[in-house]
């Protein structure tokens, strides 16, 4: 299986082809068409919730014209005991093109990737605290858009930083693209491997330096009780927030992004959800269009002109 088959970690393609999937976005955002040389067909295997994710690729499947099949693993035979690699390889057998699957499983794909019966595209919709490749590129878009740049930008990573597949993947392919990384939140969430993205600080610290203020949810439903038990909104909101008077220190043309969904008054103030620095519903805006290239670089090969 080659690379080029499947999106399962965006740091697994060069600049030059992450540079091609923005510029590919921006072209279906102002109107590309484009035309497949056979019916294709698509299935969204989604093992944990998602709105944003699974209805963005849904409707990126059908503006390029690709027949979607939504498949609920409740009510699939992987609640038999069918494998996941048994899975994908009877939606192969049926006739599927391309599968979109979210698992819990952090890095559900690695062997699957490697397995030379498995000839489907794959895309990697996100994998328990690993990966979220389609949420970074649909940030890279959004970052793109603002300052046409990455190199030099200043961009802090800030909240619940353990169980974010945003933050990891963000971290790394911005860091990668010439980025200055900083992370913030609570030090108990803080993995040390993170160091060799970028620096950890504490929110006050950096609110003033910030190009990019991106805020994470807080995962409770990740957390054992304990933790869930001892978690309050009002404390963490205080210690780690962006209230509006952190928000006040930040830069004039820096902005607020958050992978969504919000806990407002818990990651940031409701009122800078939709205030004019915030980019969040941009961001989701840009998801169409991320996973609209996402889609057509894994099935290049069926495009009727390249």
């Known amino acids: ?16 082809e992450i540079k091609k999937m ?8 102002n109107g590309k068409q484009i035309k497949f040389k056979k019916p294709i067909y698509a299935a969204n295997l989604f093992f944990e919730n998602s709105t944003r994710t699974h209805t963005s690729f849904e409707m990126a499947q059908r503006k390029l ?37 979210r698992h819990k499983l952090t890095g559900w794909y690695q062997e699957l990737s490697k397995d030379p019966n498995i000839n489907i595209s794959l ?22 858009d603002e300052f046409h740049k ?3 930008l200043s961009i802090g990573i800030i909240g ?36 060799k993205f970028g620096t950890y600080v504490t929110i006050d610290e950096i609110i003033d330096k910030l190009d990019v203020v991106m805020m994470l949810r807080v995962q409770l439903e990740r957390l054992n009780h304990e933790l869930v038990s001892k978690f309050t909104n009002q404390n963490y909101f205080e210690d780690y927030g962006l209230t509006k008077q952190r928000a006040a220190k930040m830069k004039n043309k820096a902005i607020i992004m ?11 103030a409701s009122q800078l959800v939709e205030s004019s620095n915030s980019r969040i519903f941009r961001q989701m805006n ?21």
């Open 123 to 144: 895309v990697n919709a996100g994998d328990g605290s690993g990966q979220h490749p389609s949420q970074s590129l649909l940030d890279l878009v959004t970052i793109d």
């Open 150 to 152: 990455f190199a030099g």
């Open 65 to 101: 014209g690709i027949q979607t099949f939504n498949i609920n693993p409740q009510t699939s035979s992987m609640k038999k005991g069918e494998s996941l690699s048994d899975t994908i390889k009877t939606l192969q057998a049926i006739g599927m093109d391309c599968l979109v699957i």
């Open 22 to 29: 923005i510029l590919l976005a921006h072209k279906f955002r």
């Open 160 to 195: 619940d930083l353990v169980h974010s597949r945003v933050a990891r993947s963000d971290a790394e392919i911005l860091q990668r693209l010439g980025a200055n990384i900083y992370f913030a939140g609570p030090k108990a969430w803080y993995p040390k491997d993170f160091d």
């Open 258 to 268: 958050h992978p969504a969904p919000v806990n407002r008054d818990v990651e940031i």
């Open 286 to 306: 840009n998801g169409v269009y991320a996973r609209m290239a996402i889609l057509i670089t894994v099935l290049n090969k069926y495009l009727e002109d390249k």
């Open 1 to 16: 299986m080659t690379l080029d088959m499947n999106f399962l970690n965006i740091n697994e393609f060069s600049n030059d």
